[in-house]
Nanobody
Framework: VQLAESGGGSVQTGQSLRLSCAAS????????MAWFRQAPGKEREGVAA???????TYADSVKGRFTISEDNAKNTLYFQMDNLKPDGRGMYYC?????????????????????WGQGTQVTVSS
């Protein structure tokens, strides 16, 4: 599985960005995908995930502001980030795990995913 993120950039507090993740090489039709971010000097944290049934889960810090979605016809995962805050800065990674999984009901964890993209940088200035 290959994942390629795009859409990162520099914005001011309160502005929006839309990240994309193009996926290829899937073997199974069922999978769960997620977005993670890693700020300088901090551990990678999960912010959102989407499952084969279309259900989603988010970290508390982004609920109501960020939206994860996917276009199965285009094999693309999206991440709409609205009302960005300075703590939203960092490298954003797309991640994938093949096979069926029930909604975890919590923010994704790095061990939940098997395949990773190279990341796209997001900078938020105050």
């Amino acid at each position: 599985v290959q994942l390629a993120e795009s859409g990162g950039g520099s914005v001011q507090t309160g502005q929006s960005l839309r990240l994309s993740c193009a996926a290829s090489g899937w073997f199974y039709s069922s999978h769960s995908m997620a977005w993670f971010r890693q700020a300088p000097g901090k551990e990678r944290e999960g912010v959102a995930a989407i499952f084969s049934d279309g259900s989603t889960t988010y970290a508390d810090s982004v609920k109501g502001r960020f939206t994860i979605s996917e276009d199965n016809a285009k094999n693309t995962l999206y991440f709409q980030m609205d009302n960005l805050k300075p703590d939203g800065r960092g490298m954003y990674y797309c991640a994938d795990r093949e096979g069926y999984a029930s909604n975890w009901g919590r923010a994704p964890r790095p061990k939940d995913s098997v395949y990773w993209g190279q990341g796209t940088q997001v900078t938020v200035s105050s």
